[in-house]
């Protein structure tokens, strides 16, 4: 369950920011998560609003886009989707593919008031 | 979390209590306010009523003003990772290893890999070559810190209670207690989980994966997080290969399959198999870390 420390994460920077900002509260908190990333969006959504309870982000609400998985393959020499962290090409079946993008854990942007 | 001064997940109750409280008198305020824009809320501003717990005070926001239409909510732009709070603990970590010459290794396993008897196996042949101090990372119990203490190297436990992984927070404030001192190698004995501990920077020099024979060969593409993050494959409890069918070749190319640049080696703890090499690692890879950091 290391959405609990990763919901700690993003409750402490929400509030970090909203404290600069001059925010009485946070309302919502926009993520991109990638498909090939460690994280359980149901799990994350979960713990946040645990770690978020009795914080100026209480009842905030987790906005997580899914960022897809896709890696360049070294033999078809273009990008193909990746459904496996360290999965084969899709089209080849070769396994020399490096992940390009699926593995993103980022707080984009939050909605203060 | 932190159980070491006790602070870890008080401090973070602590941080939401300090930015919490002072916003706990804005929110014991809103009930007042909050009848008025539940009044306004019939004239303008649809987007409101979707938000139902209706906590929105049009007069005192920031811009202070009360405009029909105009909503104080704003966007702000973050970009910032997750872990970057951690990361950023991690960097302190690094720096302050980097001031004393001090090698850090970060041990990572699924629970019963054999991790503490290798290391005390470890310790035991190094200690004469080079001092050692050992962090140890579990959910609950001493025992490990206390098997390493008897080896005679200073060891800090940090029990993380619910945690599943150490951060670096933890390890830092473990710093503080421990001191390792100058040109001294740290052994970090990670919570026993394959999956947490990759994420966590904690600022060492390396991962070393301890997988053991009595787990199953595909280890490495169940849990390709951990195996990926790793510099080193220690293959622990070699003695028992006669007793099993685990094919050594087939771990290790699954291993190098999720990780290409993976160094591995093949120990046992029991029998003393392969540690020479391990011994021999360790100090070739401080020295060439300390190497790298003189020439900045």
């Known amino acids: ?113 | 979390m932190c159980s070491v001064c006790g602070c870890g997940e008080a401090q973070i109750v602590l941080d939401k209590d300090a930015v919490g409280g002072a916003h706990a008198h804005g929110l014991h305020d809103h009930p007042h306010d909050h009848d008025h824009p539940h009044d306004h809320d019939h004239d303008h501003d649809d987007r409101h009523h979707h938000r139902e717990d209706g906590a929105i005070d049009y007069g005192g926001g920031i811009g202070g003003a009360h405009v029909p239409g105009l909503s104080q909510e704003r966007i702000v732009r973050i970009e910032r990772d997750i872990l970057s709070k951690n990361d950023a603990y991690a960097r302190d970590n690094r720096r302050a290893f980097a001031a004393k010459r001090v090698f850090a290794l970060n041990f990572v396993s699924s629970p019963g890999s054999g991790k503490t008897s290798l290391l005390v196996k470890t310790i035991e042949a190094l200690k004469d070559r080079i001092a050692v101090t050992v962090i140890e990372g579990d959910q609950q119990t001493s025992n490990d810190a206390e098997r390493i203490r008897a080896t005679g190297a200073p060891a800090v436990q940090i029990n993380t209670g619910k945690g599943c992984h150490l951060d670096a927070h933890m390890v830092g404030h473990a710093l503080e207690t421990l001191a390792p001192p100058p040109g001294s190698a740290l052994f970090i004995e990670n919570v026993g989980n394959l999956v947490c501990p990759a994420a966590f920077d904690l600022g060492e020099a390396h991962k070393v994966v301890v997988l053991s024979v009595t787990e199953g060969e595909d280890k490495p593409l169940k849990y390709p997080d951990m195996f990926a993050a790793a510099d080193l494959l220690l293959l622990n409890k070699s003695d028992l290969l006669p007793h099993l069918d685990f094919d050594v070749g087939k771990c290790l190319g699954n291993a190098l399959r999720v990780n290409p640049r993976l160094q591995t080696l093949i120990v046992s703890a029991k029998t003393g198999e392969g540690l020479a090499a391990f011994v021999a690692w360790i100090e070739a890879s401080a020295a060439r870390r300390a190497a790298d950091m003189a020439k900045g």
């Open chain 1, 1 to 113: 369950m290391h959405e609990m420390a990763l919901s700690e994460s993003i409750v402490e920077i929400a509030l970090e920011e909203a404290l600069k900002q001059g925010a009485r509260r946070v309302t919502r908190v926009f993520l991109d998560v990638g498909a090939l990333s460690p994280i359980e969006p149901e799990a994350l959504e979960f713990c946040f609003s645990a770690v978020a309870s009795g914080t100026a982000a209480e009842g905030a609400t987790l906005e997580i886009a899914r960022v897809p998985g896709a890696g360049w393959c070294l033999d078809c020499e273009k990008s193909v989707p990746l459904a496996e962290r360290f999965g084969a090409c899709p089209q080849c079946g070769c396994w020399r593919v490096q992940m390009t993008a699926g593995d993103e854990m980022k707080i984009r942007e939050m909605e203060i008031d």
